[in-house]
């Protein structure tokens, strides 16, 4: 075909296709925007020698020309020579070929130069439809001209075209340097979304997301980054309350589950109080709490920060009878949710509804019972707020499970306290009374119970004249802490005393002990150390049961570790002989016994144990201090570094 005729002598993209769009001709313009060579055009599908995103606009385009006598315009965008591609406005009209006679499309670039604009009128459609804005920059003017689109978006912009400087001014200062990244290296395809903080003068920050693009207008035309903007601001501001709601959720959870491990830990009711009255009023946002336990049918009151004690002075000693809300809530059993006073003074017209400072006289309060109806009262727990507030139905129900959970703590507590103090008492039986007026012989003992007062232990000392006039002393420490090792400690202390009441000799003692003591088949066993001490001429003679040495403390301020012979602890191997050894208490010597819990202990070996007390005590003796105070030195050293377990001395010195 002959390509000088008039419809391919321009110098824009131009092209002839048959009806059904297959390529009749075209000049060389068209071949380099379509970045094909016009050999490998001729013959082929319009549509196909397009980009995918173009493919269905330019079919569209030469369609409508064929099938109708009008002109259809488009605006498509070429691959363009460069790489980066060209937005021309395209026309396609029915024309006769001026070879032949057929009919031909005519598709060709009509030159915008003087009205760039017109081909940017399909992008402001698009971006208003999406709700998004548009922008165009030019690098060489270091302009921003602000396209339109979706109103919201366009409003955030006053002046329709501004210097490059003054909209950075407006970005936010640690988002600058990404927008300026963004213009920079602008791609051929479309960036990815950056977030940018813009700040607008008639409503303050906004939360924007853009993305640009570079563009050639027209066939021949100049450069423009093209961008995209979205404001996020609500958006943002709805992903934040979210995100905020969440948090304060799970912190929400985390309360609650400290809270229940704090209320199930508690090993004291001072501790279980101090639990409720730390934790209650931010778990569930109030603005103050209380706690009331019953106390001989009255109400013993302790408050939190958020209520002053003197406010609720009125509370304090109510009888549970009395017609009010707190003690109606633990007498029934039945929580009670107040919103205001005049509804107070409605229901209980009798009833002190007390002035506080933070809330003023009108408040709103829940109050929630720690037992159920046909238990035992054991108290309940309050929390006030602004007037008109009433605790949600998933309130109450965790309120309920909370209060329900502190008043096993304080069932479990209080059966506890008993339990010790039934276990006190029986040690306390059971611990002898030391004889008084030793000829020659000073005796003195002490005991603690363990650390946290909740366990009894099995340490025991003893010390009585024998028939032949000799001053027996024991000490010993039973395995366990609780009721039966008490029990324990007293058969093993009896039945030795028994023993020692016919056998002369300490060996003979715990040999006979730990026979009686493997026939019971008791799952228990004890360490023991027995003295035999003729006060006369100061012979001792003693043996050791696997227990901790005795310490001998001399006036010199020195002290010694006397490892005595002996055996295993009794009650665990029968059949076995304990040794027994002699020897001399000078005059200017303090014997000390004592059980484990004095020499070993957190981060104690019983080594260091021994050195420690061998030098409380030499350094007693040295001062000139009695077995009393002796006894009362090592036993407060031992008690200040935290001991666990229970300790107990034994002192005795010649005097």
């Known amino acids: 075909m002959d390509v000088s005729n008039e419809f391919l002598r321009r110098a824009c993209p131009s092209a002839l296709l048959t009806l059904d769009g297959a390529m009749h001709g075209l000049n060389a313009a068209m071949a380099s925007a379509l970045g094909r060579s016009a050999e490998e055009c001729l013959g082929r599908d319009f549509g196909d020698l397009w980009p995918a995103s173009q493919r269905t606009s330019a079919e569209s385009l030469v369609g409508h020309a064929a099938r109708t006598s009008t002109a259809a315009m488009r605006v498509l965008e070429f691959p363009g020579q460069s790489g980066v591609p060209v937005v021309c406005l395209i026309e396609a009209r029915q024309v006769k070929d001026p070879a032949g ?31 998004l804005g548009l922008w165009m920059y030019s690098p060489q003017g270091r302009q921003l001209e602000w396209l ?18 003054r909209v950075i001014a407006a970005v936010h200062p640690d988002d600058r340097e990404a927008f300026r990244q963004l213009l920079r290296s602008a791609p051929i395809q479309q960036s990815p979304w950056v977030r940018l903080r813009y700040l607008t003068q008639h409503d303050g920050w906004h939360q924007l997301a853009a993305l640009t693009r570079r563009l050639q207008l027209g066939y021949g035309g100049p450069e423009r980054i093209f961008g995209v903007v979205r404001d996020d601001t609500k958006q943002e501001k709805r992903k934040q309350k979210a995100q905020a709601a969440l948090a304060a959720e799970r912190q929400r959870a985390r309360d ?7 209320l199930i830990t508690a090993a004291t009711e001072k501790e279980l109080q101090q639990v409720v009255l730390t934790r209650l009023a931010a778990t569930f946002g109030a603005c103050g709490a209380l706690l009331a336990l019953v106390d001989e049918d009255r109400l013993h009151v302790s408050t939190d ?94 309120m309920g499970t909370l209060a329900d959970l502190a008043g096993q703590a304080l069932r479990r507590i209080r059966l506890q306290q ?21 000829p020659g012989l000073e005796v003195a003992a ?58 002369p000799h300490p060996g003979t003692v715990l040999t006979r002990t730990n026979e009686l003591l493997t026939t019971m088949d008791v799952a228990r066993f004890a360490s023991c150390t027995l003295l035999h001490v003729d006060p006369r001429g100061g012979r001792v003679t003693g043996t050791s049961a696997g227990h901790v040495p005795v310490l001998c403390a001399h006036r010199d301020g020195s002290h010694g570790v006397r490892e005595l012979p002996g055996g295993p602890v009794l009650g665990v191997v029968p059949g076995i002989k304990y040794r027994e050894e002699a020897f001399a208490l000078d005059e200017d010597t303090t014997l000390v016994m004592v059980t484990d819990g004095v020499v070993e202990g957190p981060g104690l070996t019983m080594d260091a144990g021994l050195e420690r007390a061998g ?41």
């Open 101 to 131: 006679g057929d009919q031909l499309v005519w598709v060709y670039a009509l030159d915008a130069g003087n009205d760039l604009s017109s081909l940017l009128i399909p992008f402001r459609l698009a971006t208003e439809a999406a709700d």
């Open 148 to 165: 339109g689109g979706a109103p919201v978006v366009t409003a955030l912009f006053q002046d329709s075209t501004a210097p490059l400087s």
């Open 256 to 262: 609650i589950a400290d809270f229940s491990a704090a």
């Open 305 to 398: 920060a958020g209520i002053a004690m003197r406010e609720v002075e009125a509370l304090r000693g109510l009888r549970l009878g009395h017609p009010s809300p707190l003690p109606e809530a633990i007498r029934t059993g039945k929580p009670q949710f107040v919103p205001d006073r005049k509804n107070h003074s409605h229901r209980w017209p009798q009833g002190p509804f007390p002035r506080l400072d933070r809330l003023g006289s009108d408040y709103a309060f829940a109050i929630t019972p720690l037992s159920e109806t046909g238990d035992q009262p054991l108290g309940a727990w309050g929390m006030v707020y602004d007037s008109g507030y009433l605790p949600s139905l998933d309130e109450r129900t965790l």
């Open 418 to 438: 008993a339990r010790v103090e039934l276990a006190t008492a029986l040690q306390q039986t059971m611990l002898p009374t030391l004889p008084e007026h030793l």
């Open 446 to 503: 002490r005991y603690r119970p363990s650390r946290d007062g909740l366990d009894i232990g099995g340490d025991w000392y003893d010390a009585f004249v024998m028939p032949d006039g000799a001053i027996a002393l024991e000490i010993g420490d039973v395995q366990g802490h609780d009721v039966d090792a008490a029990a324990f400690m007293g058969q093993v202390r009896l039945s030795m005393r028994l023993i020692a009441d016919q056998e």
């Open 615 to 655: 030098t409380l005590a030499a350094q007693a003796v040295h001062d000139g201090l009695n077995a009393e105070e002796t006894a009362d030195r090592i036993l407060d050293a031992a008690v200040a570094v935290d001991h666990l377990d229970d300790v107990a001395v034994l002192v005795l010195r010649r005097t």
